[in-house]
Structures are given as structure tokens and as C-alpha cells.
């Protein structure tokens, strides 16, 4: 059941957005369709205001919906891995007070 604060929200969303608005407030949205919901309430429910949003502070910024063809998610770059039986990265001090 929705609370009544939660279902008086609903009546005001169109209804061409209101399914997604409902799984996500039931928790029944898959992420990414939860991210839909948030992004289109933002932008008062329009599509092209959601694909063309410059506020890249928000942290859902990378994964708006209805984005231009071509203009995928920026790779997010990982720190190199380090081999499982090689040296560590770090030095560790000996007897002697040197590093090996």
C-alpha cells in the first residue's frame, strides 16, 4: 500500500510517466528504472530536459535516461592491477631501519 502523501504525488504525475513513479515508490523498480523515475520527476517529466541536463553535480548525472545516440557513460578509470605474487607497492622497513 502507498502512503497518502505518496498517492496524492502520483495524481499530479502524467500518466505517461506514472507506472515507473509507482514500482519505484513500491520498490519494485529495477535500478536503473528507479534512476528513470528520479530523473524524470526532476525535470517536471520531460524527456529531452532529462537527455540535455547540465547539472553534472547531481550523482545520477552519468546515468540519465534518453540521452543523445553516441553519448554513452565516461569509462570510469580503474587504478592498475598489481600482480597476485608480485611485489607489493609498499616498502617495508627492515631491522636495520631501511627500506628493502
Keep these: 500500500m502507498?502512503?497518502?502523501?505518496?498517492?496524492?504525488?502520483?495524481?499530479?504525475?502524467?500518466?505517461?510517466a506514472r507506472a515507473i513513479v509507482q514500482r519505484a515508490f513500491a520498490g519494485k523498480a529495477a535500478p536503473r528504472g528507479a534512476i528513470k523515475a528520479m530523473r524524470l520527476t526532476c525535470s517536471e517529466y520531460d524527456r529531452a530536459e532529462v537527455a540535455d541536463c547540465t547539472v553534472i553535480l547531481c550523482p545520477l548525472h552519468a546515468y540519465r535516461p534518453f540521452r543523445p545516440p553516441g553519448e554513452g557513460r565516461q569509462?570510469?578509470?580503474?587504478?592498475?592491477?598489481?600482480?597476485?605474487?608480485?611485489?607489493?607497492?609498499?616498502?617495508?622497513?627492515?631491522?636495520?631501519?631501511?627500506?628493502?
Design 2 to 16: 502507498i502512503p497518502a502523501n505518496r498517492a496524492d504525488f502520483l495524481a499530479t504525475v502524467p500518466t505517461s
Design 75 to 100: 569509462k570510469m578509470r580503474r587504478a592498475p592491477a598489481r600482480p597476485l605474487n608480485g611485489p607489493s607497492r609498499a616498502t617495508t622497513p627492515t631491522a636495520g631501519g631501511d627500506t628493502a
